[in-house]
């Protein structure tokens, strides 16, 4: 499979408390993208990190990309309740543009 | 931002018949349209790359018959589960990408359509 992995698969902190979640990947990337999704709904796209790159922010989120370790990390700061959901990494292929392959997801609650 | 919308949102069939599911891009032309599959607490598995004009390309394991896909226009694909069976029970999700998304590869995404086949 080429699907990654994320860890934790689940996570539960409280509101004001950082959030860090991992992923992996197996392949050779153009870049590696972070998704969210609430329960029963579709994904929402959060932010893209290129692979030439190492780290990304983008408001509360920060991004890091390590391609030698073929992982990376999402840290949300300050987490609200309304950050409560799942989310994915995904990955693209070098070579093969078309398609993306989503992580395993880590499931995210945040507590008031 | 790019808005794909997705119909319908659930849908509750008896088994043996056909059920359509729509996705359309609102605000953009959509030349890539993605349909994935979810089962609970699972990540997404891509089934099928729909590209306007021409056949679906599947996935490895992905009945084309089964899941019949079209994608007629730049702003509609549809996916139809053809004698829908209580295996096919999943959570169904369209993305989009325009052409100007390509390089990057973003995919905006429906609010899936949750299949239940009794």
């Known amino acids: 499979s080429q699907q990654g992995e994320e860890d934790p698969q689940a996570l539960s902190i409280q509101e004001g408390e950082n959030a860090t979640m991992n992923c992996s990947y197996k392949?050779?990337?153009?870049?590696l993208q972070w998704y969210r999704q609430n329960s029963g709904r579709g994904l929402v796209h959060l932010i893209l990190?290129?692979?030439?790159?190492r780290e990304k922010h983008s408001g509360r989120l920060r991004v890091t990309l390590d391609t030698s370790k073929k992982s990376s990390s999402l840290l949300i700061t300050a987490s609200r309740a309304a950050d409560t959901a799942s989310y994915f990494c995904?990955?693209?292929?070098?070579?093969?543009?078309?398609?993306?392959?989503f992580g395993t997801g880590t499931r995210l609650q945040v507590t008031l | 931002g790019a808005v794909v919308s997705q119909h319908p949102s659930r849908v509750i069939c008896k088994s043996g018949t056909s059920v359509k599911i729509e996705c359309r891009s609102l605000?953009?032309?959509?030349?890539?349209m993605f349909w994935y599959r979810q089962f609970p607490k699972q990540s997404l598995m891509l089934m099928a790359t729909?590209?306007?004009?021409?056949?679906?390309?599947?996935e490895q394991g992905v009945e084309k018959d089964k899941f019949l896909i079209n994608h007629a226009s730049l702003t509609l694909s549809t996916l139809t589960v053809t004698s829908a069976h209580p295996e096919d029970s999943s959570f169904y999700i369209c993305?989009?990408?325009?052409?100007?998304?390509?390089?990057?590869?973003?995919?905006?995404f429906g609010a899936g359509t949750r299949l239940s086949v009794l």
């Open positions: 995904a990955t693209g292929r070098t070579g093969t543009a078309s398609k993306l392959t």
């Open positions: 990190i290129r692979s030439n790159e």
């Open positions: 729909s590209n306007e004009g021409s056949k679906a390309t599947y």
């Open positions: 993305s989009a990408r325009a052409p100007e998304d390509l390089a990057k590869n973003i995919q905006y």
């Open positions: 605000d953009f032309q959509a030349t890539t």
């Open positions: 392949t050779s990337i153009n870049n």
